[in-house]
């Protein structure tokens, strides 16, 4: 329903977004990953209309947005990585004003606004004003003023960004919520591998303005290596057995741990026999077998050879 | 639109520091220029003068003088006795007792009956400030020069111990009101009804001079016109200052986001412009008045053409305002146009004569003065409590609504589509 067609902004020459090609589908949530300066904001911004693209294309259902973005602005809602809200005002005059700047219907709007709170949870507090907030509730008020106007398609740029973790939690719920029951398509960006994780059935991983790779969680996962980490719980410390496991074929590395031994190997489906007859002979028992499922956050080091925060 | 105005009030509301600065810093301005100024030229100990009228002319023999003047002047019996019903009606000696006596000059000058020896005792132990004398002759020689052009030789003099601000004030005010009875019946023997009358300090307090026998308007009028149109004024910028926290906090990008119409925002910061700045203007007007009575026995009428003044030059600030604001989210860099507005509102300032009077400057700059919206309104109000020509209020009246209109064409013109660019 929405793409980008080799989207690229440079400010003076430095290009900042590279020729990026991306796109939503109806009811998607897609996730954008990248760490600090990779360019996630200005490409938001650039699909959000916010910004005119130096190259480049924004399309809406194959129309392009560039010339005249109304048409996606009303079904976008977008939450922008700065609190964007008067701090002067509570948290329901907040709300009232850009439904109003919407032109939401006077008597939806009342309903709405109370829907919204409610949505982010702070509907007890909405008198208050925005300034008394904290971080946490601020971020939720910023995403509440995004959803007045029932948006189809939801941007997210860095909603959890240095907040306390009940207030995340209730952001991914609620995003969560927007995307599965009421078919909200979502983007949303972040540099928390896990939630995007748990939120997207897609993600791009962008770094210095390019689209690094894209995929399915586990398309992404596949791209690693055929190594295992696998995590073996042992009812006693072993020193002859340790030894006995290094030995063993296609074990790459052997590491002790407080329960037991983390073992790296190229994948192979006969380790678990060759490791129980092992401990067998040295009288040792198995008490826990597991292989560690590796994270974006691994193939994201993989890809650039840094982590995704510094 | 609505929610745009309500909002920006709300804002500005809600923040008390701006409030409290916008509206008590020019009335705490007002009120301490005008107690340091007023110590500078009310000393209420310094005008009050004694005086005793000295009179060494006999006012019956003078007239009869006159009319032997007359009658060898050989004019013909209708002339003849033309001008000696003029000089019947005429008594210079009454005149300048009256005047001594006049309400006008009750306030600071307190006529004394003394005989001329102790008359000059009472000068000499300083019990009396000053002798009017009113030489021999006098009486005949005014009415020759007045009624016959004569040249006249014998003229009042005041006579002092020592030179004081109060005596020399007094020199003058003699002195010019004599000249005003001698252009009046000059003028009067030509058939012209006039009736000037001689500018008085009012109640010992500085006066910056009308001309054309206007109303004087005191230095704490200028003062409250002054400060209270600058302040007005900066309303402009303190509105569109709130754009730059709004860009910066992308709150105008969220906006923007809606598809409002660009008017709506601008609209919305000219308005609350507008409202402030009457608010403010008006409330400092308000309090001055109580506090300092500073337009004394003012009618309805002009307080009314004050409020269109004032709602005129609010029009222009709320058309600045947007352009500031129009400005502000044109420009990339929020400094750079915070910057302009400054030198906008200061430049208007100074050359408008907000800051201090244009008297002793140039022509050239005070006609350019003239031409900004507050230098205007400024010029306007004074010309208002001078002569209360409402005419006179047409041309500021519609040259302020004009550059109301130009700032909100050229911000309409300039406001963005997007965010950044
Ligand atoms: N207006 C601008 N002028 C010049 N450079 C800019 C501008 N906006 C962004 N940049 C640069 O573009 C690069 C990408 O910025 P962007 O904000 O898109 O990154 P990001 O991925 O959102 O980072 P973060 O995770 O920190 O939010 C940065 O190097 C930044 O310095
Ligand atoms: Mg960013």
Redesign the interface.
Known sequence: MLETVKLTKSFKDKKVVDEINLYLQTGESVGLLGPNGAGKSTTI?MI?????PTSGDVKLNGKSTIQNP?DL??M?G?V?Q????????SAY?NL???G????VEKETLEVRIQEVLDMVGLKDRQKE?IKTFSGGMKRRINIA??LL?NPKILILDEPTVGIDPQSRNHILETVRELNQTQGTTVLYTSHYMEEVEQLCNRVYIMDHGKIIATGSKEELLSILSSEDTIGVQLSKRSEAFTDKIKTLPDVLQVEQTSEGLRIMAKKNHHLLSSLVHAAEKEGIQIMNYKVEIPSLEDVFLHLTGKTLRD | MGAFIKKDLLVFWRDRKEILMALLLPILIIVILNFAFSGLFKDEKAMQIDISVVQEDDVKKGMEQFAAAVEAKGLSSEEKSAVLAEADKLDPVQLIHDFLNSSDLKEWVTVKDFSEKEAAEQVKNGELDAIIKIPEGFTFESLSHVLLGETSQGSVTILAEEESAGVSTLQEVVHSFINTVNTQFALGSKGVQATAEPILPKGGKEVVEGNDGADAYTISQYFTIAIGTLFALFMAQTVSLKTMTEKREQVFNRILLTNSHPLSFLIGKTVSAFILSILQFAITLTVVQLLLNVFPDKSFTFWAGLMVVLIAFALTVGGLSALFTALTLHLSDTNAASGISTLVIMGFGVLGGSFFPLEGLPEPIQKIGEWTPNGLTQTALIEWVQYSHFNDLLFPISFLMGVFIICFAISVSIFPKRGRS
């Open positions: 911004s959000a209309s916010l910004i005119k109304s602005r009303k976008l977008v922008p700065e609190i964007a809200l008067y701090e002067e005002l005059e009232k004003f850009f109003k700047a919407y032109r004003l003023a995004a106007h």
